[in-house]
C-alpha cells in the first residue's frame, strides 16, 4: 500500500520525550487527544499545548483529535484551546466528527491546516454492513471544509475488496478492534462499576484493560467493551491484505 504519512496515536500524553524517542526512525507524526475522555490522556486541557509544542520541536506532524461529544456545556472550552493551537501554529491538522465544530473551526481556519473527518463522524456500523458512508456524504463535508476522511481497516479492506466507486482521501486507522459502537457514556465505568479518575498508583486505568462481551452461548464472543466503545474483532488477514495491495492512502493511523 502507498502511503503519504504513518501518524501514531498513543495512548497516554504524560511523558512527550517517551513519544518522541518511540516515533523517531518509525512514525512521521503523533495523533493527540482522545476522542471520548480527557483523563485518559493523562493530561490536563491546560498542558496540551506545552505537549504538542515539544512534539513539534521534534519535527513531528501533529494532528489533534477533537472531542466527539460537544455540547453546551464544554463546547466553547475546547473550541477555545483549539483557537489557542491554531494562532500558535501547534498542530497541522484537526480531526473532527462533529457538524457544528466543523463549520465554526474552518471560519478560523488558514491554509496550512488539514481537515479530517474521522470514524466517529460516521453512522455506526452493524453486523452486515461493510461501510457505512457514501459518495454524497463525502462531497457534502467537502464543500464544508473537510480534507480527508477516515475509515477503519474493515471499511479500507471492503473499500478495495468490493472495489467502491468512492473519491476521497483516505487516511486509515488500524487497531487491535474496529470500533463497532461508542457512547458518550463510559462503557467500562458501568461495566466493572470502577470510576478512572479512581486509578491505580502505577497509572493504570479501569479501561486499559479489554472485557469481552458474552454471546448467547455464555462464551466470550467477539465484541469487546473499551472505553466508550464497543469493539469487534477484525477479520484475520485484513490488515495485511490491504498493507500487500496498491491502495493509496493520504496516512495510516496507528492506534496504541
Given at each position: 500500500m502507498k502511503i503519504l504519512r504513518k501518524l501514531f496515536h498513543p495512548k497516554r500524553l504524560d511523558d512527550s520525550s517517551s513519544i518522541i524517542r518511540y516515533c523517531?526512525?518509525?512514525?512521521?507524526?503523533?495523533?493527540?487527544?482522545?476522542?471520548?475522555?480527557?483523563?485518559?490522556?493523562?493530561?490536563?486541557?491546560?498542558?496540551?499545548?506545552?505537549?504538542?509544542?515539544?512534539?513539534?520541536?521534534?519535527?513531528?506532524?501533529?494532528?489533534?483529535?477533537?472531542?466527539?461529544?460537544?455540547?453546551?456545556?464544554?463546547?466553547?472550552?475546547?473550541?477555545?484551546l483549539l483557537r489557542r493551537l491554531i494562532q500558535k501554529e501547534l498542530i497541522d491538522e484537526i480531526r473532527i466528527q462533529d457538524i457544528g465544530f466543523l463549520n465554526k473551526t474552518c471560519q478560523i481556519l488558514n491554509d496550512n491546516i488539514n481537515i479530517c473527518w474521522t470514524i466517529y463522524g460516521w453512522q455506526r456500523e452493524f453486523p452486515g454492513m461493510d461501510i457505512p458512508l457514501n459518495q454524497g456524504q463525502i462531497s457534502f463535508l467537502e464543500k464544508q471544509g473537510v480534507i480527508s476522511f477516515e475509515v477503519t481497516t474493515a471499511m479500507a479492506f471492503s473499500i478495495m475488496d468490493n472495489d467502491y466507486p468512492l473519491d476521497f482521501n483516505m487516511q486509515i486507522r488500524h487497531y487491535r478492534f474496529d470500533p463497532s459502537s461508542f457512547s458518550r457514556k463510559c462503557y467500562t465505568e458501568s461495566y466493572t462499576e470502577q470510576c478512572c479518575r479512581l486509578r491505580h498508583e502505577k497509572n493504570e486505568y479501569p479501561c486499559d484493560k479489554i472485557y469481552f462481551l458474552a454471546d448467547e452461548t455464555g462464551m466470550a464472543g467477539k465484541y469487546a467493551v473499551e472505553s466508550h466503545r464497543i469493539m469487534e474483532l477484525p477479520e484475520p488477514g485484513e490488515f495485511e491484505e490491504l498493507m500487500e495491495s496498491d491502495l493509496e492512502a493520504e496516512a495510516l493511523i496507528i492506534e496504541e
Open positions: 523517531a526512525n518509525k512514525y512521521d507524526g503523533v495523533v493527540i487527544g482522545d476522542p471520548f475522555c480527557q483523563e485518559r490522556t493523562g493530561i490536563s486541557l491546560f498542558d496540551i499545548p506545552d505537549t504538542i509544542a515539544d512534539l513539534k520541536k521534534a519535527g513531528l506532524f501533529v494532528s489533534y483529535q477533537t472531542p466527539v461529544y460537544l455540547t453546551g456545556e464544554n463546547f466553547d472550552i475546547h473550541f477555545d
